[in-house]
């Protein structure tokens, strides 16, 4: 049955209805920033080779940052990188850069620093196009975009898609070698590239998941706006609750897997255990742009000591975080004790667990999720014997592919589901907004469906003398959704402004069994949350799936950018610009979980709470922040909400009545997966 025959079920603009349109930061580019796009552009085309924008290579043999320290506010972070460099003491290009190992990490750091510290755009330039053909170029990629992402003169930049300024990490290797063959043969190509692995694995049900590209991307762009590295005081920007984004950016993930596992009939997400083995393994079939393919681990692997990282070291971190849980107390390193008791425990909790420079004791409560993931990586040649490169789990671009990804953070999960636990239930006068009564609401037919998309791979190829560049793309799945929309009726006794929280989960386990909330109540997946004017009397409040807060609209080209950009400097075209633009977030088109083809039931919970309660500055109630709060916080902003994550299930509900308020309503939705889309 073709999904263009079904038809919205309703009409959606009536008369007095509560519109919530967005107060908005966008606004036409003028020059200065269509030249700045137009540069970030430039440097990060080709990256893997040496700049063949003659302009900006001659900008950079030129340059001499020493002769310009005074355009730096920490000219000793130059000096340091311009003595490193001398001495060959930097990575050099074409060598695998790993976050995860620290000499690589630390001499990133510094190239950040240098980018970072630039006090205006024309140093800023100027030393990007020194650094483009002298440091290694996965080092650039990382320093350069998270810069980009954290300057306020950069605000409103538009970054390639991660998938496009390095293919390698996004497709199998046997794409790679077709678009090669491709480029030799002169022919444009389209290769149809499958998830990894067979039928015969009954994980690769759900491999249009983890290996999504735009999952992808968007677990690569958190990291690099949420960096674990990240020292507030030294670049004078705090990331505002980034310890408990971590927790509900990585628990609303694992929520998503469960409930993408359910739809394809497999069983719930395990968690890891060190002690046990890693139920399943994986084979990535990715390689590298140089040094090779990305290691595979069989099923029912164990974890092995490493060099320097000891399973039991693992064992003995999460016993002493599972300590302070359990006493409500973490102890800093000057040994005072810090509560745990309260709404700011968890982003403690987060700190502690990635582990990030915020952690109040690294050395005593490690860095569990961190060393996890190169445990992960290093499993199948832990004593670095046969020179594998590292795996999948220590790049955040292909960590989402391993199913070890899941369960592992479902492991984490349950540390922070721990914490939780011992935090006093919500109260029915906690819950309760007076005088506001959902009446009903309704909702459109959920249909999800794949669709089929092309990544670019222009800058997965080397340049060739004498044969140009054709296009070459790989196919691949996609999950999407019909557009729906949500019809909110609600009644209210006086004029009010409303945070409105939007929730779904299964309604039923693998065994089919009905899930009472009290248990379900850590599978909910957030759909979206905005605000609404309620007037005194009847309100109905619409909103379109396309408006979430939680998802961000799909990336657009860097062919389709440039040539934008090229319009709009030549002026025969006008750039939008967003100032609060983001690049973080999943895309717009799986905000649903696939479901299936006979449908699968999920309770849709509609949560009011009093937005005077929740807001935290003075920006009108409907400001925008780019989207994707939910996952991502606000980049500029405190993060808009003075409720903790998750409200209200983020609780223990021992009693089922505090929850039967007239501002919280739940009915059945059920999603229908269409296998055939025309
Ligand atoms: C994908 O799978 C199809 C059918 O199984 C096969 O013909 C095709 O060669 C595969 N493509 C790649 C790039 O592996
Ligand atoms: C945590 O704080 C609440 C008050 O917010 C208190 O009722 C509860 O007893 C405290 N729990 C512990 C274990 O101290
Ligand atoms: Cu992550």
């Not at 996952?631 to 009693?655: E, H, L, Q, S, V």
């Amino acid at each position: 049955m073709s999904v263009k025959m079904i038809r919205s079920s309703f009409i959606l603009l009536s008369l007095g209805a509560v519109l919530c349109v967005a107060a908005a930061t966008v606004a036409p580019a003028d020059h200065d920033f269509l030249v700045k796009q137009n540069e970030i552009l430039k440097l990060l085309n080709k990256v893997h080779e040496l700049n063949f924008h003659k302009d900006q290579a001659k900008i950079g043999q030129e340059y001499d940052p020493l002769a310009h320290l005074d355009h730096f506010k920490n000219p000793r972070v130059v000096q340091e990188f311009v003595k490193e460099y001398k001495n060959g003491r930097m990575l050099p290009r074409g060598e695998i850069f790993n976050l995860f190992e620290e000499e690589h990490r630390r001499e990133m750091i510094n190239i950040f620093e240098v980018l970072f510290f630039a006090k205006d755009w024309d140093t800023f330039h100027h030393v990007a196009c020194y650094l483009r053909d002298r440091v290694n170029e996965g080092q650039f990629i990382y320093a350069l975009t998270v810069a980009v992402l954290h300057k306020p003169e950069t605000r409103g930049i538009r970054l390639p898609p991660a998938y496009e300024t390095y293919p390698h990490l996004f497709v199998t290797a046997k794409v790679i070698n077709e678009a090669y063959a491709a480029k030799m043969r002169q022919e444009p190509a389209i290769i149809r590239m499958n998830f990894t692995g067979t039928s015969r694995n009954p994980e690769q049900r759900v491999a249009y998941f983890g290996e999504d590209v735009g999952m992808n991307a968007h677990h690569s762009v958190w990291h690099k706006d949420h960096p674990f590295w990240w020292k507030d005081a030294v670049y004078g920007a705090d990331i505002d609750r980034k310890g408990e984004l971590f927790w509900y950016m990585h628990h609303q993930l694992t929520a998503r897997f469960n409930a993408e596992r359910l739809s394809n009939w497999l069983t719930e997400v395990q968690p890891l255990q060190w002690n046990k083995p890693i139920v399943d393994g994986f084979a990535p079939q990715t390689t590298y742009r140089k040094g090779g393919e990305f290691p595979a681990r069989p099923d029912n692997f164990r974890f092995q000591d490493l060099k320097n990282i000891r399973v039991a070291d693992l064992e003995a971190y999460e016993e002493r975080i599972r300590e302070a849980i359990s006493s409500g107390f973490v102890k800093t390193v000057e040994g005072e004790l810090v509560s745990l008791n309260n709404t700011k425990g968890i982003d403690i909790l987060g700190a502690i667990i990635e582990a990030s420079v915020n952690s109040k004791n690294p050395n005593y409560y490690g860095s569990i999720h961190n060393l996890a993931h190169i445990m992960l990586s290093r499993v199948t040649d832990p004593q670095g014997k046969f020179g594998m490169p590292p795996g999948c789990m220590e790049n955040f671009e292909t960590a989402t592919r391993d199913p070890a990804f899941f369960r592992l953070h479902k492991y984490i999960d349950t540390l922070f589901k721990e914490h939780k636990q011992y935090l006093n239930p919500y109260t029915r006068e906690e819950l309760d907004v007076e005088g506001v009564d959902i009446k009903s609401v309704e909702v459109d037919d959920l249909v999800t469906y794949f669709e089929e998309f092309d990544v670019d791979l222009l800058n997965a190829l080397d340049d060739t003398e004498g044969l140009p560049d054709v296009e070459i793309k790989a196919r691949v799945q996609r999950l999407n959704h019909q557009p729906f929309a949500f019809k909110i009726h609600v009644d209210s006794a006086a004029e009010k402004t409303v945070t409105v929280r939007l929730f779904i989960v299964p309604k039923k386990d693998w065994y089919e069994r009905e899930i009472p909330i009290e248990e379900n109540r850590w599978n909910v997946i957030e759909l979206d949350k905005f605000t609404a004017k309620l007037t005194a009397g009847d309100n109905t409040i619409l909103r379109k799936s396309s408006e979430s807060s939680v998802s961000i609209p799909d990336h657009i080209s860097t062919r389709a950018l440039r040539k934008k950009v090229e319009a709009a400097l030549a002026g025969t075209e006008t750039l939008q610009v967003d100032k609060d633009l983001r690049h973080c977030g999943i895309p717009d088109r799986m905000l649903l979980p696939k479901g299936r083809e006979n449908g699968m039931k999920y309770t849709l919970y509609v949560v009011l709470s009093d937005w005077a309660e929740d807001k935290v500055n003075d920006l009108p109630h409907n400001y925008e922040y780019g989207g994707s709060l939910s996952y991502c916080g606000a980049a500029n902003n405190k993060y808009p909400d003075a409720k903790p994550m998750g409200f209200p299930f983020d609780r223990r509900i021992t009693d089922r009545k505090t929850f039967q308020v007239t501002n919280i309503f739940n009915r059945d939705v059920d999603i229908v997966f269409h296998p055939v889309h025309v």
